[in-house]
């Protein structure tokens, strides 16, 4: 019986998630505050159901690490960017928007920490990386969600394009590994 091949599907996991993350950050970082116009459909398609469908077939491979990491993500920008569009929908005041997106941000902040910790199993450098950099990222978020502070907003952002860049990378080395 031929046994069946598989691609690493952590390369369209990573690049959703980059993809996105850069585009959200350059919003928060106020390169660009236009782009989370962008963001929010990528964070609906490419960020959360690509790299939501990326997460199935880990499972299919077996990598309970990676399923989770990518599921996990991908039903997060889903869900950010259903709640950024509930109060223009009707579905929400734009007052409960804060406290809403506070309490994500923890909850987010909480499963990236223990991600991170998971993360030092893999022994690969980028993972551990991508993974800490996530964490400092939620809770930066967390911080500016919770001060207002748009100063930490934009320190959020810079590193929020350093973890999209490294995420990135992480997608090019799994498509380059494919050529080894």
């Known amino acids: 019986m031929k046994e069946e091949k598989f691609s690493n599907p952590g390369a369209v996991g990573l690049g959703g998630f980059a993809l996105t993350t850069f585009i959200l950050n350059v919003a928060n970082a106020g390169l660009v505050p236009q782009a989370l116009l962008a963001a929010l459909p990528l964070g609906i398609f490419y960020g959360g159901l690509a790299q939501f ?3 199935l077939f880990e499972f299919k491979t077996g990598n309970t690490f990676g399923m989770t990491a990518f599921t996990g ?3 997060f920008w889903m869900a950010f960017s259903f709640l950024m569009y509930a109060p223009a929908l009707h579905l929400m005041s734009g007052n409960d928007l804060g406290p809403i997106l506070g309490i994500t941000f923890v909850s987010w902040t909480i499963f990236s920490a223990i991600m991170s910790i998971i993360s030092f199993k893999t022994h690969d450098k980028t993972t551990i990386s991508i993974f800490i950099l996530v964490f400092f990222l939620f809770l930066l978020l ?3 969600q919770y001060t207002g502070n748009k100063v930490v907003t934009t320190i959020a952002g810079y590193e929020g394009i350093a973890t999209a860049l ?4 992480g997608m090019y080395l799994a498509i380059k590994s494919q050529f080894n």
């Open 73 to 75: 993500y991908g039903a």
């Open 142 to 144: 967390d911080i500016a």
């Open 166 to 169: 490294l995420a990135w990378y």
């Open 53 to 55: 469908i990326a997460g």
